[in-house]
């Protein structure tokens, strides 16, 4: 076989790549040199091996007793970020933000949006990640993907059900590694214009001096899962480390030494109490991996 170019880490504590800055040790932690070497790594998997893929590790709870299997980092590995005849192609582990300005610069509108997605490109194609009313798999026109065998594929949009906040793939076991977006053409200024007044946006609203995972619940439809929470009387509730943001009603807040069992609970009291008092099931935005 190949050898394997990249960092294999064992048991290594995954809290250090999760913006909550919680969650156990996973047994394999694999941080590929690039595209053929994550393909080389997948081939040398057991075909039953769990496999989860993080970037920025900002929409997901590990949980403390760890996870079994594998995680793959993408976040600083597949960075390539260029232009395409009249598409703009960017790999799965470029951040939102440095896509939202490269598009900018290059005078591209329509991704601006970008800018206010804490993630990389690979976790927004995800779960269909979006804010300020626009949604990642409006831009998309085809995407390249790797499956366990560590074989590439290449899939129009047309292939994957996007909904809010959730795609469906065709195949389950196919990972994003690369995307072509469609964008309109635009005017470079404004499109940096548009990007610095989504910032103050965001700066303004949300908790960013503290880890958290962005949205915690999805949107209802016709409502916001903010106020829904707000009006339950439950900004600044407290359980262990964990904090209903102060700032924001639908983030969780790390105010000091929270466990990721706080934060699991918080956002299970937070749900109940939506339920009794406002007569609305809120859906989960974050995912959860890992056991007890």
Request: with cysteine; proline share 3%; glycine share 10%.
């Amino acid at each position: 076989m190949t050898q394997l170019k990249g960092k294999l880490l064992l048991n290594e504590p995954l809290a250090r790549y999760t913006s909550w800055r919680v969650g156990g040790c996973v047994d394999r932690f694999y941080i590929p040199a690039n595209l053929q070497d994550l393909a080389t790594f997948l081939q040398s998997l057991a075909i039953d091996e769990p496999i989860h893929f993080i970037g920025l590790g900002s929409n997901l709870l590990v949980r403390d007793g760890g996870v079994r299997g594998t995680v793959v980092l993408m976040h600083n590995v597949l960075t390539t970020l260029k232009t395409d005849s009249d598409l703009i192609y960017a790999e799965s582990g470029v951040t939102c933000a440095k896509l939202a300005k490269f598009s900018a610069k290059e005078a591209k509108q329509g991704a601006e949006f970008f800018a206010g997605i804490p993630g990389t490109l690979g976790g927004a194609l995800a779960m269909n990640a979006g804010c300020y009313g626009s949604e990642t798999w409006d831009v998309v026109q085809r995407v390249t993907t790797i499956d366990r065998r560590g074989e590439l594929h290449t899939r129009d949009a047309g292939e994957f059900v996007a909904s809010y906040r959730h795609i469906e793939k065709p195949v389950a076991d196919e990972w994003f590694v690369a995307a072509w977006l469609s964008l309109q053409v635009g005017d470079a200024q404004q499109a940096t214009q548009k990007i610095k007044a989504l910032l103050a946006k965001r700066l303004a609203s949300q908790p960013l001096n503290l880890p958290s995972a962005g949205s915690t619940f999805r949107n209802p439809e016709g409502d916001f899962a903010a106020r829904l929470v707000e009006a339950s009387g439950l900004k600044g509730y407290i359980i262990g480390g964990a904090q209903v943001s102060e700032k924001h009603a639908n983030f969780i807040v790390n105010i000091g030494g929270a466990s990721a069992l706080d934060i699991e609970l918080l956002i299970k009291h937070m749900r109940d109490t939506v339920q009794e008092k406002q007569g609305v099931t809120l859906q989960q935005e974050v995912k959860v991996i890992g056991e007890y």
